[in-house]
């Protein structure tokens, strides 16, 4: 007879699993949720890449257009300096939008561990 110190053991080692399970559980939701994020994060700056080339074809046409206006007298320096701003916030928004895909990568890669 001990005193009940191994009933004790027995239970405080119980006590101890049944945490540790907990915080097994609670890794892997952050785990899930963290890839779950990762993947939408990719689905959006794939979107946004192809919204920003669809932006940026349209600038390059209207750059296009302002400068055979400019060219015939027909159309302002402002016009012109314009559709050149836009042409380049199109660029910048594509370059942004990718580095968006790679940091999603990189996060989705990390969240699953390798």
Do not use: F, N, P
């Not at 314009?82 to 580095?99: G, P």
């Amino acid at each position: 007879y001990d005193g009940g110190q191994t009933a004790a053991a027995v239970e405080a080692a119980r006590a101890d699993l049944a945490a540790a399970k907990v915080v097994l559980r609670e890794l892997e939701i952050g785990v899930h949720a963290q890839i779950s994020s990762s993947i939408e994060a990719i689905v959006s700056a794939k979107a946004e890449i192809d919204a920003a080339a669809a932006t940026r074809e349209a600038a390059e046409v209207e750059l296009k257009l302002a400068e055979e206006r400019w060219k015939q007298g027909l159309g302002s320096g402002i016009e012109l300096a314009d559709a050149q701003t836009r042409l380049l916030v199109a660029a910048s928004d594509r370059t942004r939008a990718e580095l968006s895909l790679a940091l999603a990568r990189a996060r989705l890669v990390r969240a699953i561990g390798r």
